[in-house]
T-cell receptor
Framework: KNEVEQSPQNLTAQEGEFITINCSYS?????LHWLQQHPGGGIVSLFM???GKKKHGRLIATINIQEKHSSLHITASHPRDSAVYIC????????????FGTGTRLQVFP | GAGVSQSPSNKVTEKGKDVELRCDPI?????LYWYRQRLGQGLEFLIY????????KSGLPSDRFSAERTGESVSTLTIQRTQQEDSAVYLC????????????????FGPGTRLTVL
């Protein structure tokens, strides 16, 4: 069993739809990262969170530490949101190494 | 300010040759990370530095891989006697250390070096 699992693996949506991507992990962590990898390969860090909820523009990330689950939401999705979204966590409390989920490929059509 | 930069952006080499990949982190970032992404696959951790020391080298695939960091700035990842399975995009990231072993901030990624071993 992977230590970090994401769902769905692939997601297509029409412009304007509300998107949810889920991440479950099996290790104890200090913080969870959400990353965005553009079709050209560049990676951008979207959020790092250890509790509660964070919002940046149309993106919202939530985490439930007790349930070891995080969600990334995109409101009013747009074709430019098309990318691979990756969640990542440290495997234990004593390292800043990250282990990565396999990613969710999102395509938003106009 | 400048982001994380990596060089070269592309490297084609012959099997058995040594390669050096360079990462220039954001100025002031004391944590530096190396990752690898093989074609069509997810990200793999290789090694990270806090300052000049590497607390976790567990991701290095073999003893052909090594990394150095000098002066809390530039880092080089060296792959000796390259093999075809080393072909991948090698990504570097940097972040602040807020304090403690697990208190690093958001990681900022470089554009990567695409390594092709023929």
């Amino acid at each position: 069993k992977n230590e970090v699992e994401q769902s769905p693996q692939n997601l297509t949506a029409q412009e304007g739809e509300f998107i949810t991507i889920n991440c479950s992990y099996s290790v104890g962590i200090s913080a969870l990262h959400w990353l965005q990898q553009h079709p050209g390969g560049g990676i951008v860090s979207l959020f790092m969170l250890s509790s509660g909820k964070k919002k940046h523009g149309r993106l919202i990330a939530t985490i439930n530490i007790q349930e070891k689950h995080s969600s990334l939401h995109i409101t009013a999705s747009h074709p430019r949101d098309s990318a691979v979204y990756i969640c990542a966590v440290p495997p234990n409390y004593n390292t800043d190494k990250l282990i990565f989920g396999t990613g969710t490929r999102l395509q938003v059509f106009p | 300010g400048a982001g994380v930069s990596q060089s070269p952006s592309n490297k084609v080499t012959e099997k058995g040759k040594d390669v050096e990949l360079r990462c220039d982190p954001i100025s002031g970032h004391t944590a530096l990370y190396w990752y690898r992404q093989r074609l069509g696959q997810g990200l793999e951790f290789l090694i990270y530095f806090q300052g000049n020391s590497a607390p976790d080298k567990s991701g290095l695939p073999s003893d052909r891989f090594s990394a150095e960091r000098t002066g809390e700035s530039v880092s080089t990842l060296t792959i000796q006697r390259t093999q075809q399975e080393d072909s991948a995009v090698y990504l570097c990231a940097s972040s602040f250390i807020l304090g403690g072993a697990t208190s690093t901030d958001t990681q900022y990624f470089g554009p990567g070096t695409r390594l092709t071993v023929l």
